[in-house]
Antibody
Framework: QVQLLESGPGLVKPSQTLSLICTVT??????????WSWIRQPAGKGLEWIGR???????NYNPSLKSRVTISVDLSKNQFSLNLSSVTAADTAVYYC????????????WGQGTSVTVS | DIQMTQSPSSLSAFVGDRVTITCRAS??????LSWHQQKPGKAPKLLIY???TLESGDPSKFSGSGSGTDFTLTINNLQREDFATYYC?????????FGQGTKLEVK
């Protein structure tokens, strides 16, 4: 059974870069046709789609974050990552990674989430 | 960006009730609409994709319908474990935007 697990620092200073890793277990990222995505959720608020990447490394980003975000994939480690630069308090949120089915691009498996505070 | 608007934003219901949540897209998204359930302190969980296809393992009390711009999620025979926040998401074009959520509370 495929599972996703986010990891990274829980506290980041303003103006620095937030870096998170999502490790995929229970299956290879190269088996099947999937995108891999990041989503975030500020406390008490709704969900915001950050971006996604395919196995070949072609990413799509939310235009609202595009100038600051980089998503990359490391198939050898069965991981994908999120870098968000020049963070402010507004980037404080729970960050989720998720698998995206190519069927109609829906998110079909979510990670448990990791809380990041910018302060 | 495609805007997704859910209604209502919150909803109170009794155990055993049937409820319907609506999601409207600002433009045609065909059937590229999914519904996710989120319980407090937990990650969201996929319930329905393709507007009406129930994710395997999810109970048939959940059903989805719609196409184009208007969609609904119906939950039959509400049980305490169903009280949660529900989000719709379009996956027709990036950014894959979410509705603002509907919080379903027990009356």
């Amino acid at each position: 059974q495929v599972q996703l697990l986010e990891s990274g620092p829980g506290l980041v200073k303003p103006s620095q870069t937030l870096s998170l890793i999502c490790t995929v277990t229970g299956g290879s990222m190269t088996s099947g046709s999937y995108y891999w995505s990041w989503i975030r959720q500020p406390a008490g608020k709704g969900l915001e789609w950050i971006g996604r990447i395919y196995n070949n490394g072609s990413p799509n980003y939310n235009p609202s974050l595009k100038s600051r975000v980089t998503i990359s994939v490391d198939l050898s480690k069965n991981q994908f990552s999120l870098n968000l630069s020049s963070v402010t308090a507004a980037d404080t949120a729970v960050y989720y990674c998720a698998r995206v089915s190519l069927l109609d691009h829906h998110l079909d498996i979510w990670g448990q989430g990791t809380s990041v505070t910018v302060s | 960006d495609i805007q997704m608007t859910q209604s209502p934003s919150s909803l109170s219901a009794f155990v055993g009730d049937r409820v319907t949540i609506t999601c409207r897209a600002s433009q045609n998204i065909n059937n590229h609409l999914s519904w996710h359930q989120q319980k407090p302190g937990k990650a969201p969980k996929l319930l329905i994709y393709g507007a009406s296809t129930l994710e395997s393992g999810d109970p048939s009390k959940f059903s989805g319908s719609g196409s184009g711009t208007d969609f609904t999620l119906t939950i039959n025979n509400l049980q305490r474990e169903d009280f949660a926040t529900y989000y719709c998401q379009q996956s027709y074009s990036t950014p894959h935007t979410f509705g603002q959520g509907t919080k379903l509370e027990v009356k």
